[in-house]
């Protein structure tokens, strides 16, 4: 596959108005995406469970123009009110799309999204967001064009998230997704993700994410600032070589169900996205004192209790606390009683692996 063969032919139908929803779930990423090269092709592969809760629903109702317009018409709203600021990332992302949907300058659009999670809870709504107005799109391509094969929807679909922002081609279909080329996962592809499918051990069927919000606030580094940070990074090329070592040893670990090589790899891919941040220049410290506290926690339930529970962070201080389905109750007794007190108002967010979008 290359970028071209997500350029379409000439649709066969003619709509003239319409209205289409999906809803479209965040992830986590287990082994991280940090650094890319132009238009979101990742410098490394990564791989993510799908969560089922913290998800993005959003309608997109369209009409056709008496004809293309120079401008695209687009209005956004977000949670029920008219929303300016979300208007030029759509813009541009549609911008960046245009190529590979024509039709975006034949219809005005109107897009209404809402999030299942709270807008200021340091979630990122990008990689949700992103996905679920990609499949929107695509869902419209789908009626001007039938005979689209739903292995191409969905594929195009997360190609198009992808250039709307990386991660969000890992938020359209699958359990586990994995999106960038890897020696050893045959499907792996640069250009979108794909659900994972080679096997996968019961011990990580419906595992589980509770998500600590230990800081609400804004973004301190944006993602895109993120990246660039990998430019010329000292270890840039050492980090990007031990992600596709990560993963293959993943591979290994979520076939034989092996938890305590699971915990090695996922906690050490969290800390080395930190370790990038601290070393680039400029430098950026993500964690919080909280943070650190609920790590260390963490280290010393394992070490007592021998429970397999888990961390992973993304570019912020909130902590990700994985963990199998069979020891959910003592685990998060443990969370209730000794974690949520490090949480900004005390509050986190109960979720689980999911299997990806869903149309409305
Ligand atoms: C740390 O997907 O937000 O969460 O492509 O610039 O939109 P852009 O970046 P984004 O980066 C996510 C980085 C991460 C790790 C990950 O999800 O793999």
Request: with cysteine; aromatic share 10%; hydrophobic share 35%.
């Amino acid at each position: 596959m290359t970028e071209n063969d997500f350029i379409p032919k000439q649709y066969s139908e003619e709509i003239k108005h319409g209205e289409v929803s999906w809803s479209a779930p965040s992830n986590i990423a287990l082994i991280k995406y940090w650094g890319k090269l132009e238009n979101q092709i990742p410098a490394n592969p990564s791989l993510s469970f799908t969560l089922n809760n913290c998800k993005t629903i959003t309608k997109l109702t369209f009409s056709k123009l008496e004809k293309p317009t120079s401008e695209f018409q687009v209005d956004v709203f977000f949670e029920n009110e008219k929303n300016e600021s979300f208007r030029p990332k759509i813009l541009q992302f549609f911008k960046r799309i245009e190529k590979y949907l024509p039709f975006l300058r034949d219809y005005k659009f109107s897009i209404e999204t809402a999030n299942t999670f709270p807008h200021s809870s340091g979630i990122a709504s990008s990689a949700s967001g992103m996905a679920a107005l990609s499949l929107c799109l695509m869902e419209v391509e789908k009626m001007l064009n039938p005979e689209m094969t739903l292995k191409h929807f969905h594929q195009k679909a997360s190609f198009l998230a992808r250039l709307g922002s990386g991660s969000a081609c890992r938020s359209i279909k699958g359990e586990i997704v994995v999106w960038g080329k890897h020696e050893q996962i045959r499907e792996s592809s640069d250009l979108y993700g794909t659900a994972y499918s080679s096997q996968v051990h019961e011990n990580f069927k419906n595992f589980q994410d509770t998500i600590l919000l230990i800081d609400k606030g804004e973004k301190q580094v944006s993602s895109s600032v993120g990246h660039n940070l990998m430019n010329n990074h000292p270890f840039a090329q050492q980090r990007f070589a031990q992600a596709h070592e990560n993963l293959r040893k993943l591979k290994v670990v979520l076939e034989n169900g092996d938890l305590k090589s699971f915990i090695n790899i996922v906690e050490s891919e969290a800390l080395t996205l930190h370790a990038m941040m601290m070393t680039s220049n400029p430098y950026f410290l993500l964690m919080k004192p909280n943070t650190l506290e609920v790590i260390n926690k963490v280290f010393e339930f394992r070490k007592s209790r021998g429970l397999h529970l888990c961390f992973t962070l993304d570019a912020g201080a909130n902590v990700h606390l994985l963990y199998p389905e069979n020891e959910k109750q003592q685990i998060e007794e443990f969370i209730e009683a000794e974690l949520v007190a490090y949480c900004q108002n005390r509050h986190y967010i109960r979720d689980g692996i999911g299997s990806g979008a869903k149309k409305l």
